[in-house]
Every structure is written in structure tokens, then in C-alpha cells.
């Protein structure tokens, strides 16, 4: 199996601060068709998670484009530029490249 | 819009049958471009990915090694929906259940219901 990372259990951000969540994956999640498999959700409290992210750097419908992600193969880091009180909540990065899909053990954003 | 929306009993005791249900609108559970799938949450364990079904000519079913002997996932199109049975359960089975959707194209869980916590206790 895959094993998610995240190096992080909580990031503590002023509002207007920008904010990085970092991630790794036991092995590269590059496809030889140059996709990576890399899925970033939020998990707002009392909620299901929220797609914000997938494959590698593309934003979901609806996601501002504070949000963006750098990195590639096996390590790569969540960036929001401006951190707002809306974006409190779970992060967690997840690898569809192969069942079992498997999930970091999350990185909680707190507004400080 | 999909929605999905589970249902079934929040308290299960020890040794008995776990069953969920997710019942699907805006799409169908025989729909060839999507897998169903049952993942669930709990403090010890995180978010984990329990198994699927989806049909391609066939109906295909894939179950995570933890619980392979133990999971029944069932897809009924007469009602558009699919089911979880997670039998011999243990206090360590106590966890929010969640139903989401899969894209075969997309590579990502899109859709997900709203969450069921299931406790196993006497």
C-alpha cells in the first residue's frame, strides 16, 4: 500500500498570513501519462470532506485560487496565499493512483 | 447534481452485522464511468478506504486487505443504490462511515454522503 504523510498534525495562521501543509507519499504518484495522482480535501468541521484539489495542482470548481500546490513525484506541499477565517478545518492530501486509495493523517489549520 | 444520501442504525453490538445503505440521485449505480465506494473515519485509524463496486460489463467488486473477509459492499438497481455489511464487528469498527463516488476518468472521490457514526457496543 501507499503510505500518506503529513508532517503536520496543525498550522496555526493569522488571517491575510499565507499558510503551507506539506505531504509525502511512500512512492511517486506521476503516471507515465504525466498525471499525478494526488488529491488534496477539507474536512470542515462536522462535515464530509471536500474536494479541493486532484490531480496534483488542479483546483476543484468553486475552490479560490488562493489555494495551490507545488511539488512533484512524491513530495508536495498545499499552499494557500492569504489565509481566511473560511478555510479552518482538516486538510488531507490522498493518492488515487492505486487501491487501497490511502489518506494523510490530516493537518488541522487553526486561526491563531 | 449527485447526491448521495446513507442510512442505517448508529449503534451495532459486538460480533453482529453492519449494514449501511447509500441511495444515489443524479446518477446511476450502474453508470460505467464511476465506482461506489464506502470509506470510513475514526480517530485511531483516519480516513480509510474500505472497498468499491462498480460495473464494466460486469459487476466488479475490491475490498481493502483489512477487511476483506469480513465486507460485503452490494449495488441493487432496482432501488439505485449500494449497501455496506461489515460482519464479526468489534469496538475497533466504530467509526463515521462515509459512501462516495468515484470517477474512473477523474481520478477523484467527487461525491460523498453525509456520514454515519456507527458505534459497536454491548
Redesign the interface.
Known amino acids: 500500500d501507499i503510505v500518506m504523510s503529513q508532517s503536520s498534525l496543525s498550522v496555526p495562521v493569522t488571517p491575510g498570513e499565507p499558510a503551507s501543509i506539506s505531504c509525502r507519499s511512500s512512492q511517486s504518484l506521476l503516471k507515465s501519462n504525466g498525471?499525478t495522482?494526488l488529491?488534496w480535501?477539507l474536512q470542515k468541521p462536522g462535515q464530509?470532506?471536500?474536494?479541493l484539489i486532484?490531480?496534483g495542482s488542479n483546483r476543484?470548481s468553486g475552490v479560490p485560487d488562493r489555494f495551490s500546490v507545488s511539488g512533484s513525484g512524491t513530495d508536495f506541499t498545499l499552499k494557500i496565499s492569504r489565509v481566511e477565517a473560511e478555510d479552518v478545518g482538516v486538510y488531507?492530501c490522498?493518492q488515487?493512483l492505486q487501491?487501497?486509495?490511502?489518506?494523510?493523517?490530516?493537518t488541522k489549520l487553526e486561526i491563531k | 447534481q449527485v447526491h448521495l444520501r446513507q442510512s442505517g442504525p448508529g449503534l451495532v453490538k459486538p460480533s453482529q452485522t453492519l449494514s449501511l445503505t447509500c441511495a444515489i440521485s443524479g446518477d446511476s449505480v450502474s453508470s460505467d464511468s464511476v465506482a461506489w465506494n464506502w470509506i470510513r473515519q475514526s480517530p485511531s485509524r483516519g480516513l480509510e478506504w474500505l472497498g468499491r463496486t462498480y460495473y464494466m460489463s460486469k459487476w466488479n467488486y475490491h475490498y481493502a486487505v483489512s477487511v476483506q473477509s469480513r465486507i460485503t459492499i452490494s449495488p441493487d438497481t432496482s432501488k439505485n443504490q449500494f449497501s455496506l455489511q461489515l460482519n464479526s464487528v468489534t469496538p475497533e469498527d466504530t467509526a463515521v462511515y462515509y459512501c462516495a463516488r468515484w470517477g474512473h476518468t477523474q481520478y477523484y472521490f467527487d461525491y460523498w454522503g453525509q456520514g454515519t457514526l456507527v458505534t459497536v457496543s454491548s
Open positions: 498525471n495522482h488529491n480535501y464530509s470532506p471536500q474536494l486532484y490531480l476543484a488531507y490522498m488515487g487501491t487501497p486509495h490511502t489518506f494523510g493523517q490530516g
